[in-house]
């Protein structure tokens, strides 16, 4: 039995308690405080850019719990509408089978100048029966290989796409179709990942003719299939959407009032192909 005066010296229990919760403030609470707020710093960061973008957009401006429901509604509605113009773009765009088929083969360069070949012969024979002139720089304006091109499956789509605006100012009836040149490709980028999504073809072309052919070979430019039987050039069937990027009309003779010169540059778009053939692919 602890004496009277071992007693005094003991520390009371709410000393040992209060000095208990000293050592758990400073050993336990203080680290476990600063863990909790190292880890909650993302959270607090992505909510600060979570306001801020809520604040600086438009399309999410005065979004809170009441509203949320409706917006997400909206959102998903804008996404449907979104798919479905993405459908209707993949549709104007797409290549013919053939095309396609060509672009996914080893590039045949032999394969490709029979083929040129075959259509600059089939183009003056048509021109001839439709009584247009087509001058010798526009079928020397066909694409051709040239040594080291990065992707000469593209010239596939080129040929088919020059082809067709050949096609359709003969069956235009335009007078004279005076030049065609090829305009370097251009490849459009995602902003994500900076991948090519989209190759852009672009060509100029001049021609002469009666104002009403002129008109109705660049109405045909955008339209595709049944379309263009409100031009009157449903021969075109397998005629690809094409754009006009550059147009200068202008008169053509003082002494042919009726008669323009059309200077155009135009394109056509073919979405990315991871297939296209290489330089190392050309035999």
């Known amino acids: 039995m602890a004496s009277p005066a071992t007693k005094k010296n003991l520390p009371s229990g709410s000393f040992l308690l209060a000095l208990a919760l000293v050592a758990y403030y400073l050993l336990v609470y ?9 880890l909650d710093r993302p959270l607090v960061s992505a909510w600060a ?3 801020a973008t809520n604040h600086a957009n438009r399309a999410t401006a005065g ?34 089978p053939e095309v396609r088929n060509r672009m996914a083969e080893p590039f045949q360069l032999i394969d490709f100048q029979n083929e040129r070949l075959r259509r600059i ?62 305009i370097p490709t251009s490849n459009h980028r995602t902003a994500t990942d900076n991948a090519i999504f989209l190759h852009e073809l672009p060509m100029r072309v001049e021609m002469s003719g009666p104002m009403a052919s002129i008109s109705r070979f660049l109405a045909s430019l955008p339209l595709r299939g049944d379309e263009l039987k409100a031009t009157g050039l ?50």
């Open 234 to 283: 449903e021969a075109l069937t397998n005629k690809p959407a094409l754009f006009i990027d550059q147009i200068l009309l202008r008169k053509d003779a003082p002494d042919k009032p009726q008669d323009v010169a059309l200077e155009l540059t135009l394109c056509s778009f073919v979405p990315f192909v991871q297939e296209v053939a290489s330089t190392e692919d050309v035999h």
């Open 49 to 51: 850019r979570l306001a």
């Open 121 to 182: 012969e089939q183009l003056a024979a048509l021109a001839h029966d439709k009584g247009v002139a087509i001058e010798a720089g526009v079928t020397g304006g066909l694409p051709e290989y040239i040594a080291d091109m990065p992707q000469p499956g593209l010239l596939w789509p080129r040929l088919d796409v020059a082809t067709q605006v050949l096609l359709s100012a003969i069956h235009a009836k335009v007078t004279t179709i005076k030049l065609m040149t090829q």
């Open 30 to 38: 203080i680290p476990l405080s600063k863990q909790a707020e190292l």
């Open 63 to 96: 979004l809170n719990l009441d509203n949320a429901a409706q917006r997400l509604k909206d959102l998903q509605g804008s996404t449907t509408g979104l798919e479905a113009l993405e459908r209707l773009v993949r549709q104007r765009l797409e290549l013919t």
